[in-house]
């Protein structure tokens, strides 16, 4: 884990092979990047999109502090082959099952529900499940701070949690909690369906008219900071920006490249309480240079050295065979190794919770058989979602940067925690049932009669 007293370890900059491996990785996705740049139609498909952009900016862009970390790896070849390997194979699994679809005529039929997603947009439809979620996450936070008695933000502001504290009082307040799974969508579901919703609605009728879309937003954006979360708030941040870029990709083939005031919002909400969180966090420890130095270390940086550590983790204990995988609510017998807790235990020394990747996951349980499974079967599910979410209406417009978050996540966590969760499956499933009977009703009535 990056060590912002001591900064980045500049020792294995020396070496010119160690930048050739660096350029060959990314050499991978350029196709890819190439590919995007010239069509940006390619972004009305985000979750398959998002996936490889997370695959290169989480994982292959900042693949150098690799080179440049010898703790990581400590010079051992078999670890850091094995990592360098991982990361330029990634993106070729994902142009072989896009390849493999497209000759099957798959690719080619989304094309086609493209143009039926160019479909008007139901605003009043998507204005009322927007006022349904907050509301249902407004309840949800209540309860929660019923239960708890506090939030991790009073905390933060009085001094006790910074970044030494945080994992024990994120432990107690929110993760170890019993009902954390469903305190989760108050915190981080729900205001991101809430954003996604207020997207449309403030794009389409823009934000002088849409005063009440703009408080809701604000209490979607107030939401994960009452947990002192700085990945929740730039997660419903992405997720507006996602849902406001493809809203307008719907209504024109190719977008112009325009700078407008609501983007100018996005990147302020995105940095604005990030940088003060990370502020209290570090208080006088570090300058503002040093802050900003962490927060694209979190991005950029963070994921991929978990990653290495993964492999390293796996060449000297041995692969785990399964035992970090989830039991499915005790359904499995096996009992669950934190690989997330190992991680951190092994980077930095002390207790704490750093995610693994999918393509980690997979590596770290079967070695490459299981990287090669879960790597198809990430790629292989991004692609079907993003078909199902284009034939289901309104609601897959609602939830698709929902859904590009968590194939852009794969990157960063394991394949269970984003797109293979069956919590989150299981839950906007209902959610979907609920906003069929509530925001179709209406409009089942009028057509009645």
Sequence with gaps: ??????????????????WWLYLTTIATYLPGIYFIAKNRWALKFPVIALFFIGMFALQALGSILIFISPSVYSGTLAPFA????????????????IYFFWKQGWIYQIGGLISQSNQKFDIHQIERFCILACSLMIIIICIYFVNVGEFAVFRLIDGRLHHTTAGIIRGDLIYGQRHYPFYRFGFVVFPILTASAAAIVI???????????????????AAPLLNAEKTGVLTVAFCFAVSTLYYNLSKIEIPPLKF????????????????IIVHLYYGDELGLLGKIE??????????????????????NEGFFNGLTLPTIHGLLPHTQILLEDRLHLFITGWKGSVPAS???????????????????????????IQNLLLKIGNFG?????????????LSATGFFQTIGSLTTTVALTL???LYRAICDLPVSCRSSH
């Design 358 to 384: 999918s393509a980690a996951e997979g590596y770290v349980n079967f070695g490459w058989p299981g990287f090669l499974i879960f790597s198809f079967s990430a790629s292989i599910s991004v692609i079907f």
């Design 294 to 315: 962490v927060i694209l270390f979190r991005i950029f940086g963070s994921y991929t050295q978990a990653t290495a550590a993964s492999i390293r983790i796996a060449q």
């Design 397 to 409: 417009k609602i939830i698709q940067p929902f859904y590009a978050y968590l194939a852009l996540m």
């Design 431 to 433: 959610i979907y049932l």
């Design 1 to 18: 884990m990056y060590n912002p007293a001591i900064g980045l370890n500049p020792t294995m900059l020396s070496s010119p092979e160690s």
């Design 82 to 97: 094995t990592y360098i390997l991982i990361i330029a194979i990634q993106p070729l699994i994902l142009y072989f099952c």
């Design 203 to 221: 794009s389409e009728n823009g934000l002088a008219r849409s005063k009440k879309m703009a408080a809701i937003l604000l209490t979607a954006f």
């Design 260 to 275: 407008k005031f609501s983007y100018i919002l996005i990147a302020l909400g995105m940095l604005t309480p990030t940088l």
